[in-house]
């Protein structure tokens, strides 16, 4: 018995999965309340697991719990999970001095 196909050759049976279009996925549809467009890149992390953080701002986790023991960081507790707020790695950032090489240019 031959499967049926469809005109691109795919069988209604197959276990290929076709992608799902950003669009569809989204709750509401263009126009409707409540609709946004798709924009993952917009999406923003509130929070970090510490070896999460560290691989954020390129320091291994080692150092990350050095500075942590060094005050420049207060994590949070969630039960057992211990995080890093996104805005605590981001001031941390800011107040690093600015490189010589920097300066020159």
Do not use: N, W
């Not at 031959?2 to 950003?22: A, L, N």
């Not at 707020?85 to 300066?103: F, G, I, K």
């Amino acid at each position: 018995m031959q499967r049926k196909t469809d005109i691109q050759g795919h069988s209604p049976c197959s276990d290929e999965r076709k992608p799902v279009r950003p669009e569809k996925a989204i709750a509401g549809r263009e126009g409707e309340p409540g609709h946004t467009p798709y924009a993952p890149q917009l999406l923003r992390r509130l929070a970090y697991s510490p070896a999460e953080a560290a691989k954020t701002i390129g320091i291994g986790r080692t150092k990350l719990y050095a500075l942590i023991s060094e005050g420049h960081f207060s994590p949070r507790r969630i039960g057992r999970r211990r995080i890093i707020l996104a805005s605590d790695l981001e001031t941390y950032l800011a107040r690093l001095p600015v490189s010589d090489a920097a300066r020159r240019s």
